[in-house]
């Protein structure tokens, strides 16, 4: 099967030649449209939404429709695996996921077990299917997961922590039933995405989004290390295409070097991190993504275009070259204004073109 027409992000990520660096944002389906919040309301809950493929379908649209994006995001969320687990995923009003089930006991992690993602998640793959017929091999479509690390964080914290201090407890106190939570989550995560992969995502992404709460010595052993693992057991080519795999710790521009030595191809970077400095560190070896500070969008339009421009100037201070996705730094705020948006994606355009000396 041929690449999408627009394959601009694909080729960044493989640190191809392009003509301009492409872009799309993290949750760029979402409540910050006036349309997505329509659809959600038809669908009558979150859960209901992501569990219709029409429904995640056209919401995983809706950002191509306003903006010049390069790529689509599967609509899902990252606790679909933990619910395909039987943790019993709800989300309570004003206070976001919590599970009913959350793992406390040992016996209760003893008998974890790797989902079927055709079977249990098979809502999934229907949507990535349909996704993939609406789009007409437009741009591509990225899929993902969470890191077994921020699924683990839920799984025993039964919802969003501040301090994360029963995950925490258990990896001091019993590192050993940690890491079966974390082993099975890694053999979940591996088949969730060869799934998608089969199903007809071109690219995936693994967010871990609270690797960085770890301490050093910690990161590596209990999130790094199971990062590698699904990253070597992705399917790396499919219809004679390589898929690209992109890994995101927020808060983990420390360990830059360890991640991009993984083997995946993309390595996003949150907002605290210079890219000059990200690409002197790593050269070549992998792609980067990011990083504009989100509340940045808040900004007057003609501000965000500068703070847009002022991204690509720094990671193009390290000299010439590709392998530069721009997304934000963690993901687009339900308050951001879309016509921000639109003088965002315009900015990365424009100004990335004249870098390369294309006309704008």
Not at 306 to 318: P, S, T, Y
Request: with cysteine.
């Amino acid at each position: 099967m041929t690449r999408p027409k627009n394959d601009t992000f694909l080729r960044a990520l493989l640190r191809e030649p392009v003509d301009y660096t492409p872009v799309w944002l993290m949750r760029q389906a979402g409540r910050y449209l006036p349309e997505y919040c329509e659809t959600r309301r038809r669908a009558g809950s979150f859960l209901d939404l992501c569990k219709n493929p029409s429904l995640a379908c056209e919401v995983t649209l809706q950002p191509l429709a306003r903006y010049e994006l390069d790529a689509a995001i599967l609509f899902s969320d990252i606790l679909t695996v933990p619910d395909a687990m039987g943790l019993g995923l709800y989300f309570a009003e004003g206070e976001g996921p919590k599970f009913e089930r959350p793992l406390r006991e040992e016996w209760e992690i003893r008998a974890l077990a790797a989902p079927d993602p055709y079977d249990h998640l098979r809502y999934v793959m229907d949507a990535v299917t349909e996704i993939r017929r609406a789009l007409d091999n437009s741009v591509p479509l990225i899929g993902f997961s969470g890191s077994p690390f921020t699924l683990a964080c839920y799984m025993i914290e039964g919802g969003a922590s501040d301090d994360f201090r029963r995950v925490k407890t258990m990896l001091y106190d019993r590192p050993d039933l940690l890491h079966h939570i974390l082993d099975v989550t890694s053999q979940s995560v591996i088949r969730y995405l060869n799934a998608q992969i089969e199903s007809g995502v071109q690219a995936v992404m693994i967010f871990d989004t609270w690797g960085g709460a770890l301490s050093h010595r910690a990161y590596r052993e209990f999130s790094l290390a199971y990062l590698a693992r699904i990253v070597a057991g992705l399917t790396r080519e499919h219809d004679g295409n390589i898929v690209p795999s992109i890994v995101f710790t927020k808060g983990g521009g420390q360990w830059l070097e360890d991640i991009a030595a993984i083997g995946c191809d993309g390595v996003g970077l949150d907002w605290t991190s210079s890219l000059a400095e990200s690409r002197r560190r790593v050269a070549d070896r992998v792609a980067l993504q990011g990083n504009l500070d989100p509340i940045a969008l808040f900004a007057k339009p003609e501000v965000v275009a500068a703070e847009a421009r002022r991204v690509l100037d720094d990671f193009h201070a390290a000299g010439p070259g590709g392998g530069h996705v721009f997304n934000l730094g963690h993901g687009i705020s339900q308050f951001t204004p879309p016509e921000h948006v639109t003088a965002l994606v315009n900015a990365v355009h424009e100004h990335s073109r004249k870098l390369r000396g294309r006309p704008a």
